[in-house]
């Protein structure tokens, strides 16, 4: 019979350090995203208090970040939860929770030209209309919306991604890196341009540009139900935007899935996990203050709800973005365009580092013999898995084409897919509660740290229990009916199937080589080699 590998070896190098993998996980959560914290947070939860939002997210990610951390240390090999699940439950499993996973995560590439058209191409040329007076520029940022510019910004990001992703993983590293370190400095320029305009200076640029009045913004908001003043920091609203909120920390677990690329293995991971959602809720707490204090927290709220109700008193050309409101602390054209060009490279970073990936994961499958093994081939002169960075990239265009032209059912699925994601977070919360007891020879064989017990019980498991919660209450608020739309028909429809049709190709993967010898049952008993 043939053996169970594609090879005694991936192939993969180990030539990222933490600070790689950080750069990796930040730039796949998006520091910069946080300019559209507080329009997208109150927009749809107008009692929840923006600032404290992303502390309940973080709370509510730990105990998953703990899960994957010690799994990526008990069990270090391309492919993260996918290896986990299979070895300890069955083949069927890893490969169905992995496949959704990976399939819901690449839709986020798809629609990266939506973001940037809507929430930064449009709003610089709508910025740079007002500030100059030329109202060419301001019509052009409504005309520059459509299907067509979306979806050819989204097909070249996502071909210059793929292209840096198969030439290096290590510049590919480096440019994720370096580009988290820019991100805390166009970050820190940000908050002191806010700081020096004042809450007074944003009202008199306001008046002068936006063609309307910021006290009657205000008592517009408040009449469509915006709050008036700050909302408590500890409600049910703020909760549930919290656990909302918790989809921008999504990436979290990115260093899990390239786990036997990564030097000093223990320590990366929990560095690059635990430090990586740790540096983002610092982040996000210091900009949304910054933004919500800086404009006023009255307006700010009025400001979401004014953009979420549609109302046609709203005095903005898209969501009211950080990024794209920053000329009215200042109307200069340098710092405006920097703060909405840094959206277009966050949407880029992002791409580049799901590709990145998520291309270990297919390479995984193919690793196993679950998918074509030619996709676990290496290129020697780049040392990449250029064909299964091909395959993640064909997939992320047919994401985009989808988005942009609103492909039936597809579209309506991706509104609500992160619930999907949770969902698979579930599985695999359940697998970190039974590893101990059920693969008790992996779990005696992995690092110490990994098999710590607390009063007797494995730490893992305990986190796992805590994940079950974390992940049950984010599904719960993603589908609350605040937030609106066909959850139950897109569960029906939508999530449900994925997880089919990756049990699906499992088995007829599995029939297959089983007609060539190949037992894929046998993937259950042991790891796969590094």
């Not at 997208?40 to 107008?46: M, R």
């Not at 290096?168 to 820190?188: D, E, H, N, P």
């Not at 936006?210 to 009657?216: D, F, M």
């Not at 395959?391 to 985009?400: K, N």
Request: hydrophobic residues 50%; aromatic residues 14%.
């Amino acid at each position: 019979m043939s053996k169970t590998f594609v090879r005694d070896a991936t192939g993969l190098t180990k030539q990222l350090s933490g600070w790689d993998a950080l750069g990796v996980i930040l730039s796949g959560i998006g520091l910069l995203f946080v300019f559209n914290a507080i329009g997208l947070t109150v927009g749809i939860y107008p009692k929840a208090n923006p600032v404290v939002t992303p502390v309940f997210g973080y709370l509510l990610v730990l105990p998953l970040a703990a899960v994957y951390v010690l799994f990526s240390i008990a069990m270090p090999r391309t492919g993260g939860d996918y290896i986990w699940t299979s070895r300890i439950f069955h083949p069927i499993v890893g490969f169905t929770i992995n496949f959704t996973i990976t399939l819901i995560s690449l839709s986020f590439v798809g629609s990266i030209g939506t973001a940037v058209v809507s929430w930064a191409v449009s709003e610089e040329l709508y910025d740079l209309g007002k500030i100059y007076g030329n109202s060419g520029l301001v019509n052009e940022a409504v005309a520059v919306q459509t299907p067509s510019t979306e979806f050819w910004l989204a097909v070249v990001f996502i071909i210059v991604a793929a292209l840096l992703v198969a030439s290096s993983t290590k510049w590919t590293a480096k440019f994720l890196r370096y580009w988290t370190y820019l991100s805390w400095v166009i970050g820190a320029i940000f908050i002191v341009t806010v700081i020096s305009a004042g809450t007074s200076g944003f009202i008199s640029h306001f008046n002068a540009l936006s063609g309307s009045n910021y006290t009657g913004i205000i008592s517009a908001g408040l009449q469509a139900g915006a709050y008036n003043g700050m909302p408590p920091a500890l409600s049910y609203d703020t909760l549930y935007a919290g656990a909302l909120g918790l989809l921008g920390y999504l990436a979290f677990n990115y260093s899990a899935y390239f786990a036997s690329e990564v030097k000093q293995n223990v320590r990366s991971q929990i560095f690059a996990q635990f430090g990586g959602v740790s540096i983002f809720v610092v982040f996000s707490v210091i900009m949304i203050a910054t933004m919500y204090f800086g404009e006023g927290v009255s307006f700010a709220n009025s400001m979401a709800v004014l953009w979420g109700t549609g109302s046609p008193s709203y005095p903005y050309v898209n969501l009211p973005m950080g990024s794209g409101l920053s000329m009215f602390w200042a109307p200069n054209p340098i710092l405006v365009t920097l703060f909405n060009g840094s959206f277009i490279v966050a949407s880029f970073a992002l791409g580049v580092s799901i590709l990145f990936t998520l291309s270990r994961n297919i390479f995984a499958w193919s690793f196993d013999r679950v998918a074509p093994v030619a996709l676990a081939d290496v290129n020697p002169r780049t040392g990449t898995p250029l064909k299964s960075i091909f395959v993640m990239s064909v997939i992320a265009l047919f994401y985009a084409y989808v988005t942009n032209y609103q492909f039936g059912m597809l579209a309506e699925i991706f509104s609500y897919g992160t619930a999907g994601i949770f969902l698979a977070f579930i599985v695999v919360c359940l697998a970190a509660v039974i590893f101990p007891f059920r693969r008790k020879d992996l779990f005696d064989s992995a690092p110490d740290i990994a098999k710590k017990r607390i009063g007797g019980v494995p730490l893992i498991s305990i986190c796992g229990v805590l994940g079950l919660i974390s992940s049950s209450i984010v599904i719960y608020a993603i589908i609350l009916p605040s937030i609106g739309g066909p959850f139950a028909k897109v569960l029906v429809e939508g999530i449900i199937p994925t997880f089919i049709i990756g049990a699906v190709l499992y088995a007829v993967s599995y029939a297959i080589r089983r007609h060539q010898g190949i037992n894929l049952n046998l993937i259950q008993k042991e790891i796969p080699p590094e």
